[in-house]
């Protein structure tokens, strides 16, 4: 079923959880244990992240230089299989530009009609470390909008919709997008911001997951200001607990955001005490969503980042 369907149909608010996919050496069986307790809850459906390959230069003993692909993990595809081989959920790979070219994007779309999937997160990813801006692959995507039109022509071509069986106007894919209540870190600001999210919509995108943040306000001023610049597709709110001192740190840094003083000042004194920390980002999180909820937000999306204990006790306590 598509997220779009999901969104229609629900009555109330359900969570959505994103995992990462495993880094290489870890098992099927591991990942799929590792997921477990969250199907306790029968999400309707998993996020899984999409990862751009990364280089390395390797030194030879003559002085020279060789670039080597590296792949750290498992690709998202893979692991969106091995999910639907052993649970009765609906998957959602991300797909990124960053790194990729137009064909090998089709090439995946194909892979993943192949498999049934017909939910995708449409992202452009970042630059690659050591590039300061992100410059596309040649023949890749410069912006997620680009990607959602590419995603939308591609299932559009005669060849594509015959095999599928498509009738003119059907969609095979459902396309949620990202979005940055605090605003994407290279726009000039959120007005601009909110201008290029709309692109997405545009180009067909049909709903948007937003980015964490750990102040609500932020995301219910954001919401109003999209409907006012004529977005009207569902806002998925992002959250993620923190579950580290140091997060209060890392996560500005890494996503360009506030961590509210109140917030800070809690996981501050709980410096010496791993558990308090993770209790308190834990109750904040909980803070956050029966707010959330209480608001009548379609669905609340957890970025879990490898964890799961505190996911788990977030969704026993609000959902
Ligand atoms: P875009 O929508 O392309 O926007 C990027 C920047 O370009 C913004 O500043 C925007 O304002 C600007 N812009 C957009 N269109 C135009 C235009 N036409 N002209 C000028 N400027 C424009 N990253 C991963 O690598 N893998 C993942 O799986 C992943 N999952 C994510 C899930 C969610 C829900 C979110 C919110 C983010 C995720 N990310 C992921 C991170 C994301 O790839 C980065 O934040 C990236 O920097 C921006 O991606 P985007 O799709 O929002 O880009």
Redesign the pocket.
Known sequence: MKVSEILAGSTKPYPSI?IVPPLRGITKDELLESIAPFMEFSPKYI??????DEFEYRQAADGSFSRHLVRNRIN?TTVCAAIMSRYDVETVP?I???GTTGEEIESKLDNLAFLGINNI??????SISGEKR?SPSPGGY??????VEGIRSYQGSTSYRRSRGLDTDERFFCI?????PE?????PNIE??I???K??IDAGADYI???MFFDNSKYYTFVEKCRTAGINVPIIP?LKPLSTVRQITTLPEA?SLDIPLELTKAMQSATDNKEAAYRTGMEWCIMQCKDLIAHGVPAV?FYTMGKSDNIVNILKECF
Request: with cysteine.
């Open positions: 994103e996020n899984v992240t999409s990862h751009r998202e991300h990124i530009c960053a997160v449409a992202l452009r990813g970042d992100f410069r912006y997620a909008s680009e990607l949620g997008v990202g979005a940055y605003k994407h870190f290279e726009a601009t911001d201008v290029n999210l692109k997405k997951i937003t980015q992002g996503f999306h």
